[in-house]
């Protein structure tokens, strides 16, 4: 199976909430993470991303946040908006020559006016 | 900016027929990606190339073949279509700087097999 994933598949908040966007990984062995966002009709763009030996990064607006202790990471949108509605991921890789990343399948942010 | 294009947005093809699907890079890039996105399955990697003329297979290589001629250009070819190929395909590119790995995409190409 995947092995990172999602807690929930859709997200629903008010313009100006705070949204956070959860996913759990189960290789203990990945050493970089990256969140994605998907609008519409286009390809994923790259958001925020992490060292395994970090524990926050902060971005404009977003936070991501890693508990290498769970496998789990979050990103944190302050403020939400409603550009910020689109599907959102977060990715993993191994480092080192290790190209590859493994999604997760995504969440559904939508933000209500 | 990094810019990752594709040769098209939307494309429909009839079952049997050879489809090209062309992605194109303009950073230098050594590492080219083409995955498949379809519902609650999420991207799936098909293959993916670090250098020209080299190629490795993904998690779902199989009915795809690939072609790496030049650094910028990373083709997907499918032989002979079939409706188990309509999907969302997107290219991906990243240069390797360290132990970095961030992709960049392309807008993707939504291919219908009829």
């Known amino acids: 199976g995947e092995s990172v994933g999602l807690h929930l598949p859709t997200l629903s908040v008010q313009e100006g909430d705070n949204s956070i966007i959860n996913c759990a990984y189960s290789n203990s062995a990945s050493d970089y993470f990256i969140w994605y966002k998907q609008e519409s009709g286009k390809g994923p763009q790259f958001i925020i991303d992490?060292?395994?030996?970090?524990d926050k990064r902060q971005g404009q607006r977003v936070t991501v946040l890693l508990n290498k202790t769970v496998k789990h990471l979050s990103l944190q949108i302050a403020a939400t908006q409603p550009g910020d509605s689109a599907v959102y991921f977060c990715?993993?890789?191994?480092?080192?020559?290790?190209?590859?990343?493994?999604f997760g399948k995504g969440t559904l942010l939508t933000v209500n006016p | 900016d990094v810019k990752v294009t594709q040769s098209s947005r939307y494309l429909v093809k009839r079952t049997g027929e050879k489809v090209f699907l062309e992605c194109v890079q303009d950073m230098d890039h050594e590492n080219m990606f083409w995955y498949r996105q379809d519902p609650g399955l999420g991207l799936r990697l098909i293959y993916f190339?670090?250098?020209?003329?080299?190629?490795e297979k993904g998690d779902i290589p199989e009915g795809y073949s690939v072609s790496r001629e030049k650094k910028e250009r990373f083709s997907l070819i499918l032989e002979s279509a079939s409706t188990n190929q309509t999907s969302m395909y997107l290219c991906?590119?990243?240069?390797?700087?360290?132990?970095?790995?961030?992709?960049?995409f392309g807008p993707g190409t939504r291919l219908t097999v009829l």
């Open positions: 991906a590119s990243s240069l390797l700087q360290g132990d970095f790995n961030e992709q960049f």
């Open positions: 992490i060292r395994s030996n970090m």
């Open positions: 990715a993993e890789n191994m480092g080192g020559s290790n190209y590859k990343l493994t």
């Open positions: 190339s670090y250098d020209v003329k080299m190629k």
